[in-house]
C-alpha cells in the first residue's frame, strides 16, 4: 500500500493506519499458523496409516511364505513317501 497524501502528513492518520496494517498482517500470520498445524497433523495422520499399511503388507508376505513353504513340505514328503513305498 502506498501512504496517502493525507498520511503523509498528519501523523496520527499514519499511526491508525499502521495499526490497521499490523493487525491485517497479524491476522494473516495466525491464519497461515493455523493452517501449517492442521497440515502438520494430517501429515502425522498420513504417516501412521502408512507405516499401518506396510506392518499389514508385511504379515500377508510372511503368511503367504509360511503358505507356500507349509504346501512344499507337504508336497515334498508325499513324494518321498509315495517313491519309499
Same mark, same amino acid.
Given at each position: /500500500?502506498?501512504?496517502?497524501?493525507l498520511? $503523509?502528513?498528519?501523523?496520527e @492518520?499514519?499511526?491508525e493506519?499502521?495499526?490497521?496494517?499490523? $493487525?491485517f498482517?497479524? !491476522?494473516?500470520?495466525?491464519?497461515?499458523?493455523t493452517?501449517?498445524?492442521?497440515? $502438520?497433523?494430517?501429515?502425522?495422520?498420513?504417516? !501412521?496409516?502408512?507405516?499401518?499399511? !506396510?506392518?499389514?503388507?508385511? @504379515?500377508?508376505?510372511? @503368511?503367504?511364505?509360511? #503358505?507356500?513353504? #507349509?504346501? /512344499? =513340505? @507337504?508336497? /515334498? =514328503?508325499?513324494?518321498?513317501v509315495s517313491?519309499?513305498?
Amino acid at each position: /500500500m502506498h501512504p496517502s497524501e493525507l498520511e $503523509k502528513h498528519q501523523l496520527e @492518520t499514519h499511526v491508525e493506519l499502521c495499526a490497521q496494517r499490523y $493487525k491485517f498482517l497479524e !491476522d494473516k500470520m495466525e491464519n497461515i499458523e493455523t493452517n501449517v498445524s492442521e497440515l $502438520k497433523i494430517l501429515i502425522r495422520e498420513i504417516h !501412521d496409516l502408512v507405516q499401518q499399511l !506396510d506392518r499389514k503388507r508385511n @504379515t500377508q508376505i510372511i @503368511t503367504w511364505g509360511v #503358505g507356500i513353504i #507349509g504346501a /512344499m =513340505t @507337504t508336497i /515334498m =514328503t508325499y513324494l518321498v513317501v509315495s517313491f519309499l513305498s
